[in-house]
């Protein structure tokens, strides 16, 4: 199983970013998936997620700026996040939770 993110790169405040995540190797639609971050010195948290119901779950910091969605048929996750603030710096990763199998991981710098 492989998962691997794209999207990420530089941007100023306010501005917008797609991430994406291409998975391979298994059955993408009956897995759940979900977006991590980590930025320099901290742990790592949670981004958002769709939840064994199939709802979604968004960090705390999120308040709306941030939408995770999903295109079974191209097995890819995507992020989309607006707004985006200097505290949004850090490496994005998409995650299989129920597996345990994690992406790469793609930067994502926000400047002020």
């Known amino acids: 199983v492989q998962l691997q993110a794209s999207g990420g790169g530089s941007v100023q405040a306010g501005g917008s970013l797609r991430l994406s995540c291409a998975v391979s190797?298994?059955?993408?639609?009956?897995?759940?998936m979900g977006w991590y971050r980590q930025a320099p010195g901290k742990q790592r948290e949670l981004v958002a997620e769709?939840?064994?119901?199939?709802?979604?779950n968004y960090g705390d910091f999120v308040k709306g700026r941030f939408t995770i969605s999903r295109d079974n048929a191209k097995n890819t996750g995507y992020l989309q996040m607006n707004s985006l603030k200097p505290e949004d710096t850090a490496v994005y990763y998409c995650?299989?939770?129920?597996?345990?199998?994690w992406g790469q991981g793609t930067l994502v710098t926000v400047s002020s």
């Open positions: 995650v299989l939770p129920q597996r345990g199998i």
């Open positions: 190797g298994t059955i993408f639609s009956a897995n759940r």
């Open positions: 769709f939840t064994i119901g199939g709802t979604t």
